[in-house]
């Protein structure tokens, strides 16, 4: 034990050797070659653009989560709307059935909350996929083809369902029967 307390051993800390290593080497850097006061000035600026760019990545960033909050809360009924579809089409089909006698009570309500309805959905932003004239892929599902007396191709000659709008976002397409050519009868 008396080992430990002889005055003519070095005792080392673990780590500070390696310390005194690392900093007792001259760095090298392209700026070896340059002055000391070159040296600070190329230090300075290689910081100088770290912040810079560290700002613009930050003001980025901020811009992409306003954007995305923006978005979040402009589409946070979506999921909502699109469940709420197949209720209204329900519900438009007892409209039809319901349509054969206009004067009736039971017609009076449900035409009642079909307006209800409509102003509901123009209210959230929900608009309806217009149906008329040139078949869109971007709009509309193609359910079926008829050949067309007129013979044009690619018009919507009739809807099997309706389609639906939130704004710019497509909440479903309109299923549509698309006009095809005659056939020609050989």
């Known amino acids: 034990m008396q080992a430990d307390n002889d005055p003519n051993q070095t005792q080392e800390t673990p780590g500070t050797e390696a310390e005194v290593d690392i900093t007792s080497e001259a760095p090298a850097t ?55 579809l197949p209720v209204i089409d329900n519900f438009e089909m007892g409209m ?17 909350v079909r307006r209800q309805l409509n102003d509901f959905l123009s209210g959230q932003g929900v608009e309806e996929i217009p149906t008329t004239g040139a078949f869109d892929p971007n709009l509309h599902d193609a359910v079926a083809q008829e050949e067309s007396a007129e013979g044009e191709e690619g018009r919507i000659l009739k809807v099997t369902r309706r389609g639906f709008k939130l704004r710019d976002r497509l909440l479903r397409p309109a299923s549509v029967v698309v006009s095809k050519l005659p056939t020609s009868a050989e």
């Open 30 to 84: 392209e700026t070896a070659g340059l002055d000391p006061w070159e040296e600070l000035e190329a230090e300075a600026a290689k910081w100088k653009e770290v912040s810079l760019r560290t700002a613009a990545e930050m003001d980025n960033l901020r811009k992409r989560t306003a954007r995305e909050r923006e978005d979040a809360i402009r589409y946070a009924n979506q999921r909502l709307l699109e469940d709420l």
């Open 96 to 112: 039809m059935a319901a349509s054969q006698d206009t004067k009736s009570m039971i017609y009076i309500g449900m035409d009642m």
